[in-house]
């Protein structure tokens, strides 16, 4: 942990650290070359010996260096000093959009369209430059306070190249796309796919496939159908519910094939939130219809047949997809841990005499094989035969050796019954799984970190081998995690207390509070306490105390100090500043603030947010605007209102900001909106000279006679846009 005062690079000075993950601390500290805040990401002292995170962590820094985008986290620099890496990058004071959502829960269908077209304006620029986030979800969404919305985290991007179909690093399990799951190749699509349920989230207040493990919502990306929206908010309109379910398709070509694409499809619901306009691909049959020769039959009865004893309890856990593509399951991680990437290289074989093959040596190599496989069936022959005759006369009956050690015996595909799946099902289901095949059960149970207490994690058979009628099948039944006793973490640093928790496998999340009595830094409290039973996987919560508290601050006067200066009067003072941000003036030089929302001598408790607004400086430059319009916006009414007798009447109105004094001035006046046609352009003056930006208001006015015969009229405002003037005249 740096501690406050440190200076990176003679140039970028540690303020105070703002946030933490598995494998790096961020920190917020002040550029002095440039007179600005950023945020500067380290990676922790006990990777910093490690090859691959610091690998990965310097491709997060190359990932989005050239994507200068308004919705990506910018980054200014990298680099090194006496053994610290770090990453300096743009400032964003705000929440994550998953700490949004948990607030707020389901957001209306408008706000979570707005907040959804940023993202995919950065995902957009992310791809122009061959970049694949892999990671999208809401916690690596940032909303500021200003409400921008900004892309971060880019520590799992690939250049898409063939890099892309052979790693193994994937996203966070509950908005990874299935063939991220798979461990397979992944594109822009992948990306989508994860904007897809991220969207889900942000309408439905919920992720649409949640679990106990993350093996089981793996696999249900992998092979559940998703569960409409609307089912969680019936106000989601169907257009926004279309782009949902295209975005999470689970084959990559039914999907948007652009950002570019979806954010047209999003734009549009917002003018035409009801309408079904969303094209979905056809089906295409994934599952041809293949024919086997018959020496291809014999091969596979021949594939078919044990040579070695069944396992009872698997290692890694591996599945299939319903197109019958192997999963592989050791490599899904959960939302808050980071990621580990291994390369796989094979040698290449130039020499051609490695692939030439001499018939004649095959067909040796096959007598000899077969010779063998007879002396093997005549060994398990003989070995069944004996371990028969010695269960019939009392010798052998020992419990434990009956559950896993005897071998059971096979026959041939045509014959007997076929082992059904069992791995993933609960005692019963498996119970019954095998009665209905007048197959026996046998039930034992072991620990697994991986599979869910209650369900079958290995079978002593395995699925799609035949044995005879009323064989006995063991099937393990998992216990859950063992557990363990919760170590005392408390008066421990912060970067000790997590190490420790983590080396346990357990998940932290850190809380943070003032204590006059604890030092900045320290654990005060965890929860669970410490000597809980606790089982690895679970969440600890710790708090770290922030030192002493001050109990208020006094504004001091930042009027005509530039920037710099002001920022750090405000924190001198105990308060957070922060821009409100900039106007033209005739009397405040460019850079230098021109007002302050509280005025000099105000006391306000310690950690207020001040806000300051910046000069841009004396003008005179008159600016002129042009603006297209839509008149569908205003042809929703009020509930009650009648079209067959009712008119609606559009007004636009500019406003601006100038010396902190809001101006306004009519661009259009009232205007039956039957004239319109339904695409209109405007052209307009700026109200005040040297103000080259402001926001266009559309009001609609409807005039109707209601049900019972009375006329009414309402007015309302039906859009928002804002503006950016251009320059006409130099006085």
Not at 276 to 305: E, G, Y
Not at 420 to 427: H, K, V
Not at 662 to 676: D, I
Request: aromatic residues 6%.
């Amino acid at each position: 942990m740096l501690e406050n005062g440190t200076i990176l690079a003679n140039r970028y000075e540690i303020i105070g650290k703002i946030g933490s993950g598995g494998t790096a601390d961020v920190y917020k500290a002040k550029c002095h070359k440039l007179n600005r805040f950023v945020a500067v990401k380290v990676l922790k002292p006990e990777f910093r010996e490690d090859r691959i995170y610091i690998s990965k962590f310097r491709s997060e820094a190359q990932s989005a260096a050239g994507m200068a985008h308004a919705n990506i986290v910018n980054v200014y620099d990298v680099g090194d000093e006496d053994g610290i890496y770090y990453i300096v990058m743009e400032l964003v004071e705000g929440i994550t959009l998953k700490q949004y959502i948990d607030k707020k829960g389901a957001l209306e269908y408008k706000e979570a369209v707005s907040i959804a077209i940023q993202i995919a304006q950065g995902i957009e620029a992310a791809h122009r430059h061959n970049i694949i986030h892999r990671d999208i979800k809401p916690q690596n969404i940032i909303i500021s306070r200003e409400g921008k919305v900004k892309v971060t985290d880019f520590g799992i991007a690939k250049v898409t190249n063939a890099d892309t179909v052979n790693s193994m690093a994937m996203g966070s399990v509950h908005y990874i796309s299935p063939e991220q799951a798979r461990g397979g190749f992944s594109d822009i699509t992948s990306d989508i796919y994860s904007f897809g349920i991220t969207l889900y989230e942000m309408c439905a207040g919920r992720v649409p496939f949640d679990g106990e493990t993350t093996v089981s919502v793996a696999l249900m990306h992998i092979q559940n159908e998703l569960v409409p929206p609307s089912v969680y908010n019936p106000s989601i309109p169907v257009s926004v519910e279309n782009i949902i379910l295209k975005c999470a398709q689970k084959r990559m070509d039914r999907r948007y094939q652009s950002a570019t694409e979806l954010i047209a499809d999003l734009k549009r619901s917002l003018i035409t939130p009801y309408e079904n306009f969303v094209v979905m691909p056809d089906d295409i049959d994934a599952s041809p219809t293949v024919m086997f020769t018959p020496d291809d039959m014999s091969r596979i009865q021949a594939k078919s047949q044990p040579t070695k004893a069944p396992q009872v309890m698997p290692v890694f856990v591996e599945d299939t997809d319903d197109m019958g593509n192997s999963i592989d399951l050791t490599h899904i991680y959960n939302d808050e841990t980071e990621y580990e990437e291994h390369h796989y290289m094979d040698d290449d074989d130039d020499d051609e005499t490695a692939v030439v093959r001499d018939d004649n040596k095959i067909d040796k190599l096959m007598v000899w094989l077969g010779v063998g496989v007879a002396v093997v069936i005549v060994i398990i022959t003989f070995a069944v035969l004996f371990r028969v005759f010695m269960t019939f006369n009392g010798i052998g009956n020992n419990d434990k050796q009956n559950q896993t050690s005897a071998p059971t015996p096979t026959v041939a595909v045509n014959e007997g019954v076929e082992v059904p799946p069992l791995i993933g099902l609960t005692e019963e289901q498996a119970k019954k799984a095998l009665n209905e095949r007048n197959l026996g059960f046998r039930r034992v149970s072991d620990t697994s970190d991986v599979i869910a207490e209650g369900l079958v994690m290995a079978q002593s058979v395995d699925e799609g081998v035949h044995v005879a009628e009323h064989t006995t099948i063991v099937v393990t039944i998992s216990a859950g995690s063992k557990s363990f006793e919760l170590a005392d973490v408390r008066n421990m640093t912060e970067e000790k207390a997590v190490e420790t928790l983590e080396a346990m496998n357990l998940n932290v999340t850190t809380e943070y509070e003032y204590n006059k009595e604890v030092e900045q830094g320290v654990v005060i409290k965890m929860m669970p306490v410490s000597g809980s039973q606790i089982k690895a996987g679970e969440t600890v919560t710790i708090t770290v105390s922030r030192g002493k508290e001050a109990s208020e601050g006094e504004v001091p006067n930042i009027l005509n100090m530039d920037e710099s200066a002001a920022r750090e009067a405000l924190d001198k003072a105990g308060l957070v500043a922060q821009l409100g941000g900039t106007v033209g003036s005739q009397t405040v030089e460019a850079g230098k603030v021109v007002a302050q929302n509280y005025p000099a001598g105000t006391k306000l408790p310690a950690g207020s947010v001040v806000e300051y607004v910046l000069s841009s400086g004396i003008t005179n430059r008159t600016y002129r605007g042009k603006i297209t319009l839509l008149k569908a916006w205003a042809i929703a009414g009020p509930e009650d209102y009648v079209s067959e007798t009712g008119t609606i009447e559009l007004q636009v109105i500019l406003r601006q900001t100038k010396d902190n004094e809001n101006l306004s001035k009519e661009v259009m006046a009232f205007t039956n909106a039957a004239t319109l046609p339904d695409q209109y352009e405007l052209e307009f003056d700026g109200i005040a000279q040297g103000v080259n930006d402001g926001n266009i208001e559309v009001y609609a006015r409807y005039s109707w006679t209601d049900a019972s015969g009375l006329p009414r009229l309402e007015t309302r405002s039906v859009q928002t846009m804002y503006v950016t003037l251009t320059e006409v005249q130099n006085q």
